[in-house]
């Protein structure tokens, strides 16, 4: 089959690898009909993850048909219609009990790092009945491969962390597919002011059709400055960072309001300097969080009842033969006005 495999630093290549088999009973092999490109995927190409080895199978979002399961699958079978999660997990250990699937003793984020993921024409999927969510046949396929990763994540981590309600004023820091993800989900809780902070034009406009009420491109450095003039000196009651660097995250920290929440939805790659010595008195929460997935199940329904259009994130499409391209476009995503770009394998 064709895949597309990691070979080291700043190298990928698509390749014909064996297709995956059936470890345990309780995995399924799933045929992909599409799937997407992650911002993470990119971090690992840079070599800043160093859990993916030489020779790995990428990509940790999509949407299939299963093909096979194993003897101790129970809720699926050959020709069911699935929604993969990125994060996989066995639903039976003390962290799964918890709902904490992130952690899942023998899953978590596995799928395209420790095993071999989804930007392939076939993956085989541990613990099959918790870590695949039924779809409808019917079903607008490309809005759901969005509910793999970034839905749940921007939800998960930046929405609940954030405690965000009615009335409040938010701000978001990073409008990319994650950042507007979040800017979807937090519109569930009616907040009076959605303020988005990027340095990207292209996705500024886009964030202010997706509901933003405030748009600020901060390639000038100033954005505390604004946000602190848009809210009369008070700050903001969430601020998510949806970035992952040490500048987005002292923005979050020099804005958020007295009893506000900083939700950290980014994934950092180097240590940030922390404010206690003016956050200690400000009572403020600050949360971090991987995204455990527990949300899918509802984030699934309100994309099939259509209050959630997280289609309007797609902006490119490409074949599974011509991934390479897509690589190039998504990691030129300022050039290529790029947010998410799909890969089809019909
Ligand atoms: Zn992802
Ligand atoms: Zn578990």
Same mark, same amino acid.
Request: hydrophobic share 40%; proline share 4%; glycine share 10%.
């Given at each position: 089959?064709?895949?597309?495999?990691?070979?080291?630093?700043?190298?990928?290549?698509?390749?014909?690898?064996?297709?995956?088999? #059936?470890?345990?009973?309780?995995?399924?092999?799933?045929?992909?009909?599409?799937?997407?490109?992650?911002?993470?995927?990119?971090? *690992?190409?840079? &070599?800043?993850? @160093? %859990?993916?080895?030489?020779? =790995?199978? #990428?990509?940790?979002? !999509?949407?299939?048909?299963?093909?096979?399961?194993?003897?101790?699958?129970?809720?699926?079978?050959?020709?069911?219609?699935?929604?993969?999660? +990125?994060?996989?997990? +066995?639903?039976?250990?003390?962290? +799964?009990?918890?709902?904490?699937?992130?952690?899942?003793?023998?899953?978590?984020? *596995?799928? &395209?790092?420790?095993?071999?993921?989804?930007?392939?024409?076939?993956?085989?999927?541990?613990?099959?009945?918790?870590?695949?969510?039924?779809? @409808?046949?019917?079903?607008?396929?490309?809005?759901?491969?969005?509910?793999?990763?970034?839905? @749940?994540? &921007?939800?998960? +981590?930046?929405?609940?962390?954030?405690?965000?309600?009615?009335?409040?004023?938010?701000?978001? *820091? !990073?409008?990319? @597919?994650?950042?507007?993800? $979040?800017?979807?989900?937090?519109?569930?809780?009616?907040?009076?002011?959605?303020?988005?902070?990027?340095?990207?034009?292209?996705? #500024?406009?886009? $964030?202010?059709?997706?509901?933003?009420?405030?748009?600020?491109?901060?390639?000038? !450095?100033?954005?505390?400055?604004?946000?602190?003039?848009?809210?009369?000196?008070?700050?903001?009651?969430?601020?998510?960072?949806?970035?992952?660097?040490?500048?987005?995250?002292?923005?979050?920290? =020099?804005?958020? $309001?007295?009893?506000?929440?900083?939700?950290?939805?980014?994934?950092?790659?180097?240590?940030?300097?922390?404010?206690?010595? %003016?956050?200690?008195?400000?009572?403020?929460?600050?949360?971090?969080?991987?995204?455990?997935?527990?949300?899918?199940?509802?984030?699934?329904?309100?994309?099939?009842?259509?209050?959630?259009?997280? =289609?309007?994130?797609?902006?490119?499409?490409?074949?599974?033969?011509? *991934?390479?391209?897509?690589?190039?476009?998504?990691?030129? $995503?300022?050039?290529?006005?790029?947010?998410?770009?799909?890969? %089809?394998?019909?």
């Amino acid at each position: 089959m064709k895949a597309l495999v990691y070979c080291g630093p700043e190298e990928c290549a698509l390749r014909e690898m064996p297709r995956p088999a #059936l470890h345990a009973p309780t995995d399924a092999i799933v045929r992909i009909t599409k799937t997407t490109i992650c911002g993470t995927d990119l971090h *690992i190409l840079k &070599g800043d993850v @160093p %859990t993916v080895t030489d020779g =790995r199978i #990428l990509g940790h979002e !999509g949407i299939g048909i299963v093909e096979e399961v194993g003897a101790g699958v129970s809720s699926f079978q050959g020709g069911d219609h699935v929604l993969i999660s +990125c994060i996989t997990s +066995c639903g039976k250990c003390a962290a +799964c009990k918890k709902g904490m699937y992130s952690h899942c003793e023998q899953g978590g984020w *596995i799928l &395209g790092n420790t095993i071999d993921g989804t930007q392939a024409e076939f993956v085989r999927i541990p613990f099959a009945d918790n870590s695949l969510h039924a779809v @409808p046949t019917e079903a607008d396929e490309e809005a759901l491969v969005m509910l793999s990763d970034i839905l @749940p994540t &921007g939800y998960e +981590c930046g929405v609940l962390n954030g405690a965000v309600k009615p009335g409040d004023t938010v701000a978001i *820091i !990073g409008a990319g @597919p994650v950042g507007l993800a $979040a800017l979807l989900t937090a519109q569930f809780y009616a907040p009076d002011e959605i303020i988005m902070v990027d340095v990207d034009d292209n996705r #500024l406009q886009v $964030a202010q059709k997706l509901g933003a009420t405030q748009i600020i491109n901060n390639s000038d !450095g100033q954005a505390v400055e604004k946000v602190m003039a848009l809210t009369e000196r008070r700050g903001v009651d969430v601020a998510m960072e949806a970035v992952g660097i040490p500048a987005s995250f002292d923005v979050c920290q =020099r804005i958020v $309001a007295a009893g506000g929440h900083i939700a950290n939805i980014g994934v950092h790659g180097q240590p940030v300097q922390l404010n206690l010595d %003016t956050l200690w008195s400000h009572n403020i929460t600050l949360n971090t969080r991987l995204v455990d997935t527990v949300t899918t199940p509802m984030l699934l329904k309100k994309v099939l009842s259509g209050k959630v259009a997280p =289609r309007q994130l797609i902006t490119h499409r490409f074949k599974l033969d011509d *991934i390479m391209t897509a690589y190039d476009t998504f990691s030129h $995503a300022m050039r290529e006005r790029a947010l998410k770009v799909l890969i %089809t394998n019909d």
